[in-house]
């Protein structure tokens, strides 16, 4: 496996080179499962989406943002930060409109 690239503190800049969404997100990945944990731990008791499910849903809603560029670190987290709520506002609404019970990421 190659190594991941490593960044300046606080940007996501290797060699002149800005760095894509999925070059990022194993850059952060912890950072991203302390705001799924924080996040959910706000959420009901019986909710079916996991931390990881979380950050995974929320990386396919950054992915797609093909125009998007992040400024520095702190700018990809606010943005992941703001795809993970929509992706609970997501859930949420498909549980009132009586959906039933979802992951977020696309259950049977």
Known sequence: MASQPTPEPGSFVVEGRKLSAEEMVPLVYADLRRM??????????NRTLQPTALVNEAFLRLADQRQQEWDNRSHFLAIAARCMRRVLV???RERAAGGGPTSGAGSP
């Open 90 to 92: 997501d859930a949420a």
């Open 36 to 45: 799924a944990n924080a996040f959910l731990r706000g959420e009901a008791p």
